[in-house]
C-alpha cells in the first residue's frame, strides 16, 4: 500500500475530505471510500464510489483530515489530476469527480470519455 501525501495525482477537495471522515466514522463503513474508472456508461467509462473493507497492495491511498480514498492504479492514470468534490444541493448530495482529462460528459456527470 502506497501512501500519497496530500496533494497527490488525486485531490480531496475539504468538502470530501469531511465527507469520506464522516462515512467512515460510521461502525462497519469500512476503511477507504474505494474511487474506480470502469467501462461503462453513455460515455465509454464511468466512476464508480463504494465504501470498502479492504486496500490491495498496489493501490494508492490518499489520507486527509481524517478520510482515506483508494484508488487501483488503473483507475489512477485516468484520474490524473483530478479532484474528488461533494455537493449538497436540493436535488441531492453526492461526490462529483473534476476530471481534466475528461473530453466529454453526461448529463448527470458519473460517465465521461477520454480521447
Known amino acids: ?8 495525482r488525486f485531490r480531496l477537495a475539504p468538502r470530501a475530505a469531511r465527507r469520506v471522515a464522516c462515512l467512515l466514522a460510521t461502525p462497519g463503513a469500512g476503511i477507504a471510500l474505494r474511487v474506480a474508472v470502469l467501462a461503462g456508461g453513455c460515455n465509454g467509462l464511468q466512476y464508480r464510489f463504494e465504501l470498502d473493507h479492504t486496500i490491495a497492495d498496489d493501490d494508492v491511498v490518499i489520507e486527509e483530515d481524517g478520510a482515506r480514498v483508494a484508488i487501483d492504479p488503473a483507475s489512477l492514470d485516468l484520474l490524473a489530476g483530478a479532484e474528488l468534490d461533494y455537493v449538497d444541493e436540493l436535488m441531492g448530495a453526492y461526490f ?3 476530471n481534466p482529462n ?6 448527470c456527470g458519473t460517465s465521461f470519455a477520454i480521447e
Open 1 to 8: 500500500m502506497d501512501i500519497a501525501p496530500p496533494p497527490a
Open 102 to 107: 475528461a473530453t466529454s460528459s453526461c448529463g
Open 96 to 98: 462529483k469527480v473534476k
